[in-house]
């Protein structure tokens, strides 16, 4: 069975540095997606960025990109010019080619002004 | 952003009491999930369905039933709530389902909990 980590329950950053969350999954399948969700103190999921574990190059929106080592099976968030409106937590998740969508414990990031 | 609503969006209810939670969207969407979300879990699958009346089980589906009478509607119901199931409930929806680049959308969330 598939299984997604984040070692990192908490995570703090300074406004306008950069700040990497750290994601690794367990899996004996080829093909997949990767996902990263963020969740705001509204509660609401919402979706960041999204790699497919074909494709080489590291998926970017804007100021996010991720760090996707195959061969690591690790899947790192990195957010460039960190603003207050980046404090959430965030959660990595994995999805096979059988569609269920497997989710990590999550990151609480906070970003001090 | 995806049109999925959730009601109620907080519940208190007792112990031994029944409980519905609904979603609704309006994307024509073929699949529908409920997750549970707590401290130190993530999400969690409680249920999901593929279609009208089309339903399974996910991780954590023991206490929940589900139903789907209509595309646009998808209810979790405890039949007899107990204060394990005091969590955060989410509905997500997708298009396709089992393909993997099949993206899911989720709901605003329902906090219940249970007394």
């Known amino acids: 069975a598939q299984t997604v980590t984040q070692s990192q329950p908490e995570m703090s950053v300074q406004e306008a540095e950069t700040v990497t969350l750290s994601c690794t999954y367990d899996?004996?399948?080829?093909?997949?997606?990767l996902f990263w969700y963020k969740q705001p103190p509204s509660r609401q999921m919402i979706l960041v960025i999204r790699?497919?574990?074909?494709?080489?190059q590291n998926a970017t929106e804007n100021r996010f990109s991720v760090n996707f080592q195959k061969a690591a099976k690790s899947f790192s968030l990195k957010i460039s010019d960190s603003q207050l409106g980046d404090a959430a937590m965030y959660f990595c998740?994995?999805?096979?080619?059988?569609?269920?969508?497997?989710f990590g414990q999550g990151t609480e990031l906070s970003v001090k002004p | 952003d995806a049109g999925i609503t959730q009601s109620p969006r907080h519940k208190v209810t007792e112990t031994g009491t029944p409980v519905t939670l609904r979603c609704h969207q309006t994307?024509?969407?073929?699949?529908m999930y409920w997750y549970r979300q707590d401290p130190g879990h993530g999400l969690r699958l409680i249920h999901y369905?593929?279609?009208?009346?089309?339903?399974d089980k996910g991780e954590v589906s023991d206490g929940y039933s589900v139903s789907r009478s209509k595309t646009e509607d998808f209810l979790l119901t405890l039949e007899s709530a107990t204060s394990s199931q005091t969590s955060v409930y989410f509905c997500?929806?997708?298009?396709?389902?089992?393909?993997?680049?099949?993206?899911?959308?989720f709901g605003p969330g329902t906090r219940l909990t249970v007394l």
């Open positions: 997500a929806i997708s298009e396709s389902g089992t393909t993997k680049e099949d993206t899911q959308y």
């Open positions: 369905s593929y279609g009208v009346k089309d339903t």
């Open positions: 994307e024509n969407h073929r699949y």
């Open positions: 998740a994995y999805r096979s080619q059988g569609g269920k969508l497997i």
């Open positions: 899996t004996s399948e080829s093909d997949y997606y």
């Open positions: 790699q497919e574990a074909y494709k080489q």
